[in-house]
């Protein structure tokens, strides 16, 4: 995780990260009634991870496999050309979402321009039903008219904050930390791995 000098709080630890993924997956099998025709798409680098999760909720639960995709959203971000080298990852949209009602899954909703990304991006593969939003922490300070139909935690932060998610099967431990942004940074995701 990161230089405890920078973390202010953890305010999920894995328990409860857990325990919101399973309460989050019931409450998208019960808006959508059932899993027939719904995908999760989870926007990368830690709401893909999250999305498996739910997908593997979701099985577990209704006996059904639903269809699982990842999304790189790293030329569709509004602040594109002020990164001289943004991190590239792949879209892995294994299935037509033409029809489907699409789970964008992301990690922390902030301001709104990741989802406003995704959704420009999700749009220039296809045609979904309806798209709704699945994010495990949201801290606020929206710029955009965005809000999750789903979330983990609302967890309040000041614009000076971090407020970031470490996985187990990535950075060796899961929780959700609420950290001082370092003077140059902002914020954001934490970087694969941690820090």
């Known amino acids: 995780m990161n230089e405890k000098n920078l973390v202010k709080s953890v305010c999920m630890d894995a328990n409860e990260i857990e325990r919101s993924l399973t309460r989050m997956a019931h409450q998208i099998l019960e808006a959508n009634k059932g899993a027939a025709r719904i995908a999760l798409v989870g926007i990368v680098t830690r709401g893909d991870l999250l999305a498996k999760a739910l997908a593997r909720k979701i099985e577990e639960i209704e006996g059904v496999s639903v269809p699982l995709g990842k999304l790189d959203i790293s030329f569709y971000r509004d602040d594109f050309m002020t990164h001289f080298a943004p991190e590239v990852h792949s879209t892995d949209i294994p299935f037509d979402i033409d029809g489907m009602t699409v789970v964008l899954v992301d990690d922390v ?76 940074s902002r914020a954001g995701s934490a970087p694969l791995g941690g820090e």
């Open 109 to 184: 909703l902030y301001t709104g321009r990741t989802i406003r990304a995704a959704l420009d991006a999700l749009m220039d593969i296809g045609r979904p039903s309806a798209v709704q939003l699945a994010v495990l922490v949201d801290r606020g300070h929206r710029e955009l008219p965005i809000r999750a139909d789903y979330v983990g935690k609302n967890v309040p932060s000041a614009s000076d904050e971090n407020v970031r998610l470490f996985l187990e099967e990535v950075d060796g431990t899961s929780a959700v930390e609420i950290l001082a942004i370092e003077p140059g």
